[in-house]
């Protein structure tokens, strides 16, 4: 089965978060996991990230750190993600070993993915393409900009934004490499983890 999941880390690590996370990754449906905690010390950053390391390895998961490349490099992650004020693609591929993964945001802007595209990363990220509760306030992207981008770049592309169960295949029709999954799977109020990445064929 192709593994087609991009999941994201919920904002906050609960005590049965690790457990659950085995549990997901053992699905074989996860790509990439992205690390994506905001409000963390960096010294409890890194203490999670180690831990999640062991288990992303341990079900050949591609372990992204976001916003920092820094963290990316101590850990020895597979890669890192930037958001558009999170400095070059440049200075992070200086910064990691030259096989590590960078991706990028994009958005829903033609004039950032053509900037992207220049920059060389190893996937775009577009969205959001549905109201999302990780980033309530992200603006729209229209679905057929999947399609212009694919005519542009052969680059992955990652589809981001209130992706759920109901609408994940009209992405996929539209071409989209891989699917971003955040609220769905770790706040979802009927569903636990494990039951809710299931709903993903």
């Not at 990691?96 to 993964?101: A, F, S």
């Not at 992405?171 to 993903?200: C, D, E, Q």
């Amino acid at each position: 089965m192709r593994r087609f999941l991009y999941l994201i880390s919920p904002n906050t690590i609960k005590q049965n978060f690790y457990q659950d996370l085995e549990e997901v990754l053992s699905s074989r449906k996860v790509e990439y996991f992205q690390l994506r905690l905001k409000r963390y010390s960096n010294s409890k950053l890194l203490k999670i990230a180690r831990k999640v390391k062991a288990i992303t390895k341990k079900y050949k998961v591609k372990l992204i750190i976001n916003d920092s490349a820094i963290l990316a490099k101590k850990i020895n992650a597979d890669g890192c993600h930037l958001g558009q004020s999170d400095g070059s693609i440049k200075n992070a591929r200086n910064l990691l070993k030259k096989n590590k993964i960078i991706g990028i945001t994009c958005h829903g802007s033609k004039k950032l993915i053509l900037n992207a595209i220049k920059e060389k990363p190893n996937y775009i990220a577009l969205g959001s393409f549905f109201k999302s509760n990780l980033k309530p306030r992200a603006k729209k992207a229209q679905k057929n900009l999947v399609k212009w981008s694919k005519q542009r770049t052969s680059l992955p592309i990652v589809a981001i934004g209130g992706i759920n169960n109901r609408n994940y295949k009209s992405l996929m029709k539209f071409g989209v490499n891989y699917l971003a999954i955040s609220s769905y799977i770790w706040n979802n109020p009927r569903l636990k983890p494990k039951k809710a990445i299931g709903k993903f064929n």
